[in-house]
């Protein structure tokens, strides 16, 4: 079982920043692949970022440049930089992992940009 518990979201106005968190309680953590998602009002669950345990990153085509996937394996803990947010950016997002054939997921975290 894992557990995934995001915290740092909030209310920004465009071109602002953000660093959401995930914090992780499971021994096997530097070995599992994390991933952020997004899902706005109404929409479909999407992929925003992923980083291997080796610190190998991938990003959603619209979030390329703007935001950045890292990991603390020795805190158990993943963040996503977010950098000149927009209100499209505006969504719940979820912490993601794939344990054991099981896909794992926190409660969210609110992120509401402004124009």
């Known amino acids: 079982q894992v557990q995934l518990v995001e915290s740092g979201g909030g209310l920004v106005q465009a071109g602002g920043s953000l660093r959401p968190s995930c914090a992780a309680s499971t021994s096997i953590f530097s070995r599992v692949t994390m991933g952020w998602y997004r899902q706005a009002s109404g929409k479909q669950r999407d992929l925003v970022a992923t980083?291997?345990?080796?610190?190998?990153?991938n990003y959603a085509d619209s979030v390329k440049g703007r935001f950045t996937i890292s990991r603390d394996n020795a805190k158990n803990t993943v963040y996503l930089q977010m950098n000149s947010l927009k209100p499209e950016d505006t969504a719940e997002y979820y912490c993601?992992?794939?344990?054991?054939?099981?896909?794992?997921w926190g409660q969210g975290t609110r992120v509401t940009v402004s124009s």
């Open positions: 980083i291997t345990g080796g610190g190998s990153a």
């Open positions: 993601n992992t794939r344990a054991w054939g099981v896909d794992f």
